[in-house]
């Protein structure tokens, strides 16, 4: 079974920054594209960074310059280095990666459970 854990998320002042972590375990074949998403109280989860195969990268207009999504494919994980961070950033940030797994020919989409990051003024 393929598995999503993200770690690194807390309590961190306004300016400040924080590391996220998504590792990837399980029968993997192949990871495709991988990025972390956010959802705040009574809002849509929205995409924050995406990282493709080839390492194309995008943001949300929202965290670009602050934000940087990086992957260790040799871990099957990825990173978001997060910096001067606003209290608008609050919420709980998930990983989600299409992966194809070892018994499937096509990728399918998966989510980790999610790390709650909260920034205060």
């Known amino acids: 079974q393929v598995r999503l854990v993200e770690s690194g998320g807390g309590l961190v002042q306004a300016g400040g920054s924080l590391r996220l972590s998504c590792a990837a375990s399980?029968?993997?074949?192949?990871?495709?594209?991988m990025g972390w998403y956010r959802q705040a109280p009574g809002k849509q989860r929205e995409v924050v960074a995406t990282i493709s195969s080839s390492d194309s990268l995008n943001y949300a207009d929202s965290v670009k310059g602050r934000f940087t999504i990086s992957r260790d494919n040799g871990k099957n994980t990825i990173y978001l280095q997060m910096s001067s961070l606003k209290p608008e950033d609050t919420a709980v940030y998930y990983c989600?990666?299409?992966?194809?797994?070892?018994?499937?020919?096509?990728?399918?989409?998966?989510w980790g459970p999610g790390t709650q990051v909260t920034v205060s003024s």
């Open positions: 399980g029968s993997i074949f192949r990871i495709n594209a």
């Open positions: 989600h990666a299409n992966i194809q797994p070892g018994i499937a020919t096509i990728p399918l989409p998966y």
